[in-house]
Every structure is written in structure tokens, then in C-alpha cells.
């Protein structure tokens, strides 16, 4: 069993910065990458950013400049750096963890945190 914990969400004014933090526990095999999804009210989940396995790291081109994906295998984390934000960055933000080999891919999700930017 994979287990996802995010943490470090909350309300922020337009400009401030929040981190996010996803540790990530239980039995990992071949993992692909880990990153970060949000989810705004009435919209889909969208991708943000991802770290994977040979440290590639990729961004969505509407955080690009602003975000910043981290990690620390010692402690099996992955944090989001947010600065810049802006109220149309408020969303539910998902940790995911993919795992996989050839021909297939799991994805595991925390259970969300909440980041609202609103004065």
C-alpha cells in the first residue's frame, strides 16, 4: 500500500507565496514520478509540475517562472515552492505519485490541499 500526505496549504493574498509538501510512504516500486495536479471549482483536474525519476523536472506553462518543484528522496517529499500567486492559482492541489514498467503506469493521489489567493 502507497500512502500520499500533502500539506501546506492555505489562504494568501494575490503575490504571496505558499509551500506545499507531499511525503510519500508504504511499498513504492518503480516509481516514474512524483508532482502536483490542482482542481478549481466546476473545472478538471489539471496537471501543474513533476519531478521524475532522473530528476527531469517539467511545469505547466501558467506556473512556469513562478513555481518551483523540489525533492528530497531521503524523506520520499516533494515540495511546491509557490510564489507570485495569483487568484486564479486558487484550487484544490493533489500530490501524485506514478508508478510503473512497460505497458502500464499506477497513479496514487493524497487526499488534497486547499491553496486560496484572495485578498
Known amino acids: 500500500q502507497v500512502q500520499i500526505v500533502e500539506s501546506g496549504g492555505g489562504l494568501v493574498q494575490p503575490g504571496g507565496s505558499l509551500r506545499l509538501s507531499c511525503a510519500a510512504s508504504g511499498s513504492m516500486f518503480s516509481v516514474i514520478a512524483m508532482g502536483w495536479f490542482r482542481q478549481a471549482p466546476g473545472q478538471q483536474r489539471e496537471w501543474v509540475a513533476h519531478?521524475?525519476?532522473?530528476?527531469?523536472?517539467n511545469y505547466a506553462d501558467y506556473v512556469k517562472g513562478r513555481f518551483t518543484i523540489s525533492r528530497d528522496n531521503a524523506k520520499n517529499t516533494v515540495y511546491l515552492q509557490m510564489n507570485s500567486l495569483k487568484p486564479e492559482d486558487t484550487a484544490v492541489y493533489y500530490c501524485n505519485l506514478q508508478t510503473g514498467g512497460l505497458g502500464y503506469i499506477d497513479h496514487y493521489w493524497g487526499q488534497g490541499t486547499q491553496v486560496t489567493v484572495s485578498s
Open positions: 519531478i521524475t525519476s532522473d530528476s527531469t523536472i
